[in-house]
């Protein structure tokens, strides 16, 4: 495209707190090594307290807005 790279930046959706960010990497793991460990957590209200109301969201995977997974790249036409 005639173009170089001059920044990326990584950014994420939620500015939470150390603690939420520590419960959305542990449910997170949970889910990838063994997802039906985390479903009966998620249902009596670990790290996402709406499912106690709505249990069958508790065997979809997490929601793991905190994680830097976005980002915007800077280019210089040449």
Known sequence: MGC???QIKFFDHDKA???RRVKKIIAN???WVHPSILGPLRKIGFVQKNLVRHSMLAEHPPGWATARDHFIVMLKKL
């Open 4 to 6: 170089k790279e001059v």
């Open 17 to 19: 707190s150390v603690i």
């Open 29 to 31: 793991t949970l889910y």
